[in-house]
């Protein structure tokens, strides 16, 4: 089904700086240009993302910090005016009780009614792409925090006094799945993803990334009635009152 659902507050919570370009630029763009507000979750700021062979373990804070003024960048470009930097480190995030701990809070502080991440279950993509284990723990970390920590009140009970009342997002935007049941049209704001996947110029080949994303974008729209599309697996986990019928 297509979906032209334009929540009030979205939260992204990705792995590394460019994965939420990659995955869900469109989308957010669009969500954005019609008045959404959006907090963008970074959980590692890409530290361990380059193999020149000059460089070593000194280099990872230089990265780091370029990185996140590229994430900044990008932000920009599609909207987003809120980013937050966790600073895990880079290749060995792993879906523990502390970062969901963490992205509950957040859940809690910032009270979105939307939460888009990518997916748990995603190992194998095409026969060409591994999936990267930090995408999927933080794919977990975040579902789980979204149900059932975010909105029970006696999961991490130490948040209650410090201000963090339980918060339910109503909907969770699944992405990377083949199990997708929802397509987005981002045909209008494809040009924004691609411009803001060409702020992350440490990682992403600047002349070609365009290419790349409008066959994706195509592909994905494939026997859709839309050009271009990103795709989702869609949890609807509390309604809207207006949808609540008799
Ligand atoms: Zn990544």
Redesign the pocket.
Known sequence: MSDEYIPKIAMTFQ??P??QEFSVGGTLAKWAKAGCEIISVVITSGDSGSNDPSKDASYKPILAELREKEQLAANQVLGIKETIFLRYPDGELEPTIPLRKELTRLIRKYKPDTVLTGNPEGWFYGNEYLN?P??RAAAQAACTAVFPSAGSRLIFADLLPAGYEPHDPKRLYVHGTDKADTWVDITETLDIKIKALQQHVSQVPVDEVGKWMTEWAEEEAKDKEMKYAESYKVMILKKDEEEKVG
Do not use: K, N
Request: proline share 0%; net charge negative.
């Open positions: 792995a590394h460019d994965d990267h930090d995408h």
